[in-house]
């Protein structure tokens, strides 16, 4: 937990703020929420500071920086769930949103809240300074670094953009059953785009990461803004020679890390606890059975040290967890919120999660993974006759229903002989999920957290997320190119 943050950027309802809420009141509260009956109630105070910069055309474009407070109020009874939220802090709004929640137990059972007791929670971020207290000029020499770096990478670099944003948000989780969380949760996120042109081919490329870090994330390895500008104008520069793309099915090596974003959407939305309750997933009932190759175990990981998806608790009040959802192949488990777990007899894992205090708590991945295999990523490329090497994803769509996919390459390659050759533009990867899965037959030994890009959608909700692989070889997967094969 951050220890040197500013009064500004301490949320009202902390100890000592001017709307501090402390046991009692919030157990006044889930009463007022409880008063017409219901099996449970919980409460989520939030207070978010955000600031983004922007650079473009090696001016600076925009700086922004704004400020959510509210409380949102949850009563289930039964399968059926009531929610009201304000953004004002006063006994008589937040007892209102209480009882409009509320409304949906009239006529229920009644409950007793249980006197809330504060949880001692891990510390998966342990950011010393916030990078919100750094003063804007050091962030934009960040950007303008990124650019000076990008330009001077090539001279058919024209365009660069760069950009920085960064949060602190603090929650107060407060549940019937006697739960009281408090948490301080910083993210930041750093991106460069250049553009390359040369005669009339133009291309981009982009480089970017981030996590739950302080500005000390630049200091790492690799992940300095100088770095980032010119992995940025290299991606550009190579796809400049790109080719159209083959199409049809053919052998695909995924490379380590940010390929994970095609497991999370193309099976991990399928193992999330709600989908199977309601039956919706491909998964649904498939418990204890072989749903991929015995190479694959997936696991979705909250506890990553300053990993984008990492959280100490959930939007419920629950300690973060491992939770191991494909073993060997094997279906094991789901991931869980409060609603999926009591339906399905399970301890909640940690996995309730939701965009703000104006949204309900969903079963949402953290960190999803497929741990590594047993093969060298060289002898993985060499084993591929004639193929395609998937190394940056712009994002994708997936049907949880079935499982169907298609996503689309930023950056990629022709395997020929076993060796990587011409890039390729235009590639898009069609398939299933679970058929993926299965066609799994080459894992490598070098996995790879994706540095900290990805915000997952669902139910109208973003929340940030983090993937991870090792070189993965899918020996037969539908190429969406523009060249007959």
Known sequence: MPTHAPPELTAPFAPGGEAAIDAVLAQRLLATALESGGDAADLYFEYRVTADYALQEEKVKSVGRGVTLGLGVRVTKGDATGYAYTEDLQWERMAHAARIAGQIAVGGGHVEAVAAHAITLPDYYPVGRLSLTEPPADKLALLYAADRAARAADPRIIKVEASLVEQIKEVLVVSSDGRMARDIQPLMRFGVSAVAEDGAKRQSGSSGGGGRFGLDYFAQPGKDAVSHGREAARVAIAMLDAREAPAGEMPVVLA??????????????????????????????????????????????????????????????????????????????????????????????????????????????????????????????????????????????????????????????????????????????????????????????????????????????????????????????????????
């Open 256 to 485: 380590p890390g940010d390929s994970g974003i095609l497991l999370h959407e193309a099976v991990g939305h399928g193992l999330e606890a709600d989908f199977n309750r309601k039956e919706t997933s491909n998964y649904t009932g498939q418990l204890g059975k072989q749903v991929a190759s015995p190479l694959c175990t997936v696991v979705d990981d909250g506890t990553i040290g300053s990993s984008r998806g990492s959280i100490n608790v959930d939007d419920e009040g629950f300690t973060s967890g491992r939770h191991v959802l494909i073993e060997n192949g094997t279906l094991v488990g789901y991931m869980h919120d409060r609603l999926s777990a009591r339906h399905f007899g399970v301890a909640p894992g940690g996995n309730g999660r939701r965009e703000s205090f104006r949204s309900m708590p969903l079963p949402r991945m953290t960190n999803t993974l497929l741990m590594p295999g047993p093969h060298a990523p060289e002898e993985i490329i060499a084993s591929v006759k004639r193929g395609i090497y998937a190394k940056r994803f712009s994002g994708g769509q997936v049907n949880i229903s079935n499982g169907d996919f298609v996503f689309s390459l930023t950056e990629s390659y022709l395997i020929e002989d076993g060796k990587l050759t011409a890039p390729l533009k235009g590639v898009n990867l069609i398939g299933n999920g679970p058929e993926a899965m299965r066609k799994v037959d080459m894992l490598g030994t070098d996995y790879e957290l994706s540095d900290g890009i990805w915000t997952c959608g669902k139910d109208g909700q973003s929340v940030p997320v983090g993937v991870g692989t090792p070189s993965v070889r899918i020996s037969g997967i539908t190429v969406g190119g523009t060249q007959a094969s």
